[in-house]
């Protein structure tokens, strides 16, 4: 609402044409009025708001699915050559995000998209530019996304912002080619088949002297088993050249099919290995773990961003009101960081299986 009224008074003409009160802003003919709603707690109040002409749905981002189809349907005005309109504004974050899929890479022909940055902005004020230009050389890393418009790579206080940033300077996110001789590794963060699931995340690597070279990745939501063996097949990552490393519950009975993963990727051929419970601060470890081995780890872009997207986001539940860390937020990105962290708690276990030795995987200790 103040950008609206800031709006109206840098521009005089538009005084004699709206009167701007504390909590309203309307033509003085009548026939506009400006009202205010969030698209989170209070949908239900536009839902049942008629006469909408204009809507504009700004920082509209993270607005979810569920609330662009409460409010679309409530734009219903239309004459013989008009219809109602529906302006929406965001700063990219998130590839999947629900206002991408709808608007940006919609197909229907009333839909026009325009993209506007701080260089198409006539009064970009100097403040903003001693901003930008700082951001430029400070934060090169968050540079992208908060002044050109660019998808978050890696969110600011993300576990492996700076490891994916130096991976990324250094030419380790790119193309990366596999060995058709070496075999393929499975690091799986396992799911459900409910409609309420938890997604099926694999991450495929090959380890060639002491790199470790990320060739896929691979996420699905309530899907059945047989889901996830087509994909392998598909890949090619077969039982003669595949090996499949499962958590801990691996091995417990899924609620729908009543099989565990450990059985039924058994059954399929593979060779699979259930990694024991790390016990109290596991998902600490997973992430520490993950970050030693990161210098060692290439990335193919391509196949990967899914999964890059998503170590990018993972980050730490904050206590703002007491300023202490919660443990890792579990959201969309944890299934991908979980899968990846579980390679990297395996990594030391893998490399010494050449030496006929059983493998040993690290272990929690209390402080």
């Known amino acids: 609402m103040e950008e609206v009224k800031r709006a109206i008074s840098d521009e005089p003409f538009l005084a004699d044409w709206y009167d701007v ?8 003919c009548g026939r506009i009025s400006f009202s205010f709603a969030g698209l989170d707690r209070n949908i239900a109040s536009i839902k049942s708001t008629g006469r909408i002409l204009l809507c504009w749905v700004d920082e509209a981002e993270p607005v979810t699915d569920t609330a662009w189809q409460t409010l679309i349907p409530t734009l219903r005005e239309e004459g013989s050559d008009w219809n109602a309109e529906l302006w929406v504004t965001w700063n990219p974050r998130r590839k999947t995000a629900p206002v991408e899929s709808r608007f940006r890479n919609s197909t229907d022909q009333l839909v026009k998209v325009a993209e506007l940055n701080w260089r198409d902005n006539p009064k970009f004020p100097a403040k903003l530019e001693r901003d930008r230009q700082r951001d430029l050389n400070e934060r090169p890393d968050q540079y992208g996304h908060i002044w050109e418009g660019e998808y978050v790579t890696a969110l600011t206080g993300a576990y492996y912002a700076r490891s994916l940033t130096d991976a990324r300077s250094q030419g380790r996110i790119g193309r990366v080619a596999a060995d058709p001789l070496m075999t393929i590794r499975l690091f799986c963060d396992i799911g459900g088949t409910g409609a309420k699931a938890d997604a099926f995340s694999i991450w495929a690597a090959q380890f060639i002297g002491k790199e470790i070279r990320v060739i896929d990745y691979y996420e699905s939501v309530g899907q059945p088993i047989a889901a996830h063996l087509n994909w392998m097949r598909s890949k090619g990552y077969t039982p003669d050249k595949a090996q499949i490393w499962l958590p801990h519950d691996g091995s417990t009975q899924d609620k729908i099919h009543d099989v565990s993963y450990e059985s039924a990727l058994q059954a399929a051929g593979y060779v699979v290995t259930v990694v ?44 703002d009101a007491r300023g202490i860390g919660l443990g890792p937020d579990h959201d969309w990105s944890s299934h991908a960081a979980d899968a990846f962290g579980l390679l990297a708690v395996c990594v030391e276990a893998i490399q010494s299986e050449g030496s006929g030795g059983k493998l040993k995987y690290p272990k929690m200790y209390n402080a």
């Open 21 to 28: 009160g504390e909590k309203y802003i309307k033509s003085k």
């Open 276 to 319: 024991p419970n790390q016990g109290k601060g596991a998902a600490k470890m997973r992430i520490e773990a993950a970050r030693r081995i990161f210098p060692s780890v290439w990335f193919t872009e391509a196949t990967t961003s899914h999964g890059l997207e998503a170590l990018g986001w993972y980050h730490e539940k904050r206590d």
